[in-house]
């Protein structure tokens, strides 16, 4: 079927290999893919070849709070309780990646489903639909959060649900315009015309043709969301002990700066890094996705 080549260049790998063509021709953004890489594999391995855990208290340092050491193996040197900051600094960088993307993958699912749906039923539907997006688009992001945390507690799971659950405002508002345009083209037509129903349409011929638009939003909302979980921990109403992320990290780092400022300086300069080098990569991808580029 002729009219259905748009949904099959995102699966037979036209358009994605031009993608990855301009991709790696983008340097910031492949150097900012590697220092993702490496952030992620520090992550995951630092705690791992440090000899301390991530509540070990070091009692034969006098004071408790020392700078970095070699010979104790304390090489981002303790915080106030004695601490490893080695430990605590790549453990926090494991939560804050997890809230970030399993907050982001929340607020794909509904933001591309609700999206979706309303850009191709249109009519009363679309109408009823965005104006929930607009009402909640009012309530106060911030606190709506700060809200959930103080009602129900302060858990992980909470946090990124919470985030996740408001997070998905503007990625349906994208969606819904990118499918309100896909459903005047031909090959939805033409899945119309052979009595496919609205749901299989909407999962065989739209969602597939706005990945790359949901794609490139991802990626710019880790880096926002990684930023926003570091705040609320910041505030204290993040994560709690014994876990902790960088946010909290910075936060007792900052209240200590004056006589330990290594306290702030490593969870800092990780948290800028990880921060950056996300915000590259997904302008790398806008770059890369968007057929108008090169």
Same mark, same amino acid.
């Given at each position: 079927?002729?009219?259905?080549?748009?949904?099959?260049?995102?699966?037979?790998?036209?358009?994605?290999?031009?993608?990855?063509?301009?991709?790696? &021709?983008?340097? /910031?953004?492949?150097? !900012?893919?590697?220092?993702?890489?490496?952030?992620?594999?520090?992550?995951?391995? =630092?705690?791992?070849?440090?000899?301390?855990?991530?509540?070990? @208290?070091?009692?034969?340092?006098?004071?408790?709070?020392?700078?970095?050491?070699?010979?104790?193996?304390?090489?981002? &040197?303790?915080?106030?309780?004695?601490?490893?900051?080695?430990? +605590?600094?790549?453990?926090?960088?494991?939560?804050?990646?997890?809230?970030?993307?399993?907050?982001?993958?929340?607020?794909?699912?509904?933001?591309?489903?609700? =999206?979706?749906?309303?850009?191709?039923? =249109? &009519?009363?539907?679309? =109408?009823?639909?965005?104006?929930? @997006?607009?009402?909640?688009?009012?309530?106060?992001?911030?606190?709506?959060?700060?809200?959930? $945390?103080?009602?129900?507690?302060?858990?992980?799971?909470?946090?990124?649900?919470?985030?996740?659950?408001?997070?998905?405002?503007?990625?349906? +508002?994208?969606? +819904?315009? %990118?499918?309100?345009?896909?459903?005047?083209? *031909?090959? @939805?037509? /033409?899945?119309? $015309?052979?009595?496919?129903?609205?749901? %299989?349409?909407?999962?065989?011929?739209?969602?597939?043709?706005?990945?790359?638009?949901?794609?490139?939003? !991802?990626?710019? $909302?880790?880096?926002?969301?990684?930023?926003? *979980?570091?705040?609320?921990?910041?505030?204290?109403? &993040?994560? %709690?002990?014994?876990?902790?992320?960088?946010?909290?990290?910075?936060?007792?780092?900052?209240?200590?700066? *004056?006589? /330990?400022?290594?306290?702030?300086?490593?969870?800092?300069?990780?948290?800028? $890094?990880?921060?950056?080098?996300?915000?590259?990569?997904?302008?790398?991808?806008?770059?890369?996705?968007?057929?108008?580029?090169?």
């Amino acid at each position: 079927m002729a009219g259905s080549t748009p949904a099959s260049v995102m699966t037979d790998g036209g358009l994605w290999a031009d993608a990855r063509r301009r991709l790696r &021709g983008n340097r /910031a953004a492949v150097a !900012a893919a590697v220092v993702v890489v490496l952030l992620v594999l520090a992550a995951l391995l =630092g705690p791992l070849v440090s000899p301390y855990a991530l509540d070990h @208290v070091d009692w034969t340092l006098s004071p408790l709070a020392s700078p970095p050491s070699l010979e104790d193996a304390h090489w981002f &040197g303790t915080d106030s309780n004695g601490r490893d900051l080695f430990v +605590r600094v790549w453990s926090g960088t494991q939560v804050s990646l997890l809230v970030a993307l399993l907050a982001t993958a929340v607020s794909v699912v509904i933001g591309v489903a609700w =999206g979706a749906t309303a850009g191709y039923v =249109g &009519g009363r539907l679309d =109408g009823w639909m965005m104006r929930v @997006v607009d009402v909640l688009y009012a309530l106060p992001y911030m606190f709506f959060v700060i809200i959930l $945390t103080v009602v129900f507690g302060r858990s992980l799971w909470l946090i990124f649900l919470a985030i996740g659950a408001v997070g998905w405002l503007t990625m349906a +508002r994208i969606v +819904r315009g %990118q499918a309100l345009a896909l459903r005047q083209r *031909e090959f @939805v037509a /033409a899945a119309v $015309t052979l009595g496919l129903p609205a749901h %299989q349409i909407i999962a065989r011929h739209i969602v597939p043709n706005v990945l790359g638009t949901v794609i490139v939003y !991802a990626t710019l $909302t880790v880096p926002q969301v990684i930023l926003f *979980e570091s705040f609320l921990s910041f505030l204290g109403l &993040g994560v %709690q002990e014994p876990l902790t992320s960088l946010g909290r990290l910075v936060a007792e780092g900052a209240l200590e700066m *004056e006589t /330990a400022p290594w306290q702030l300086l490593a969870p800092s300069v990780v948290l800028a $890094t990880l921060l950056l080098a996300l915000n590259f990569l997904g302008d790398g991808l806008r770059d890369a996705l968007d057929p108008r580029q090169g």
